[in-house]
């Protein structure tokens, strides 16, 4: 969980099981004062 936002919060639950076995990574969109650029 990334500031406090759960991952994959916008899909289903058999999507978000589908998206770990295709090791799909959650969207990340850090804000630019918290965090150095070229995160990821």
Known sequence: ???GCPPFSLKGD???AKA???K???P???SSK???PGLK
Do not use: C, G, I
Request: avoid cysteine.
């Open 34 to 36: 918290l965090y150095p």
């Open 14 to 16: 058999d999507d978000v």
């Open 20 to 22: 770990y076995a295709r």
């Open 28 to 30: 990340f969109k850090p």
């Open 24 to 26: 799909e990574r959650p």
């Open 1 to 3: 969980m990334v500031e």
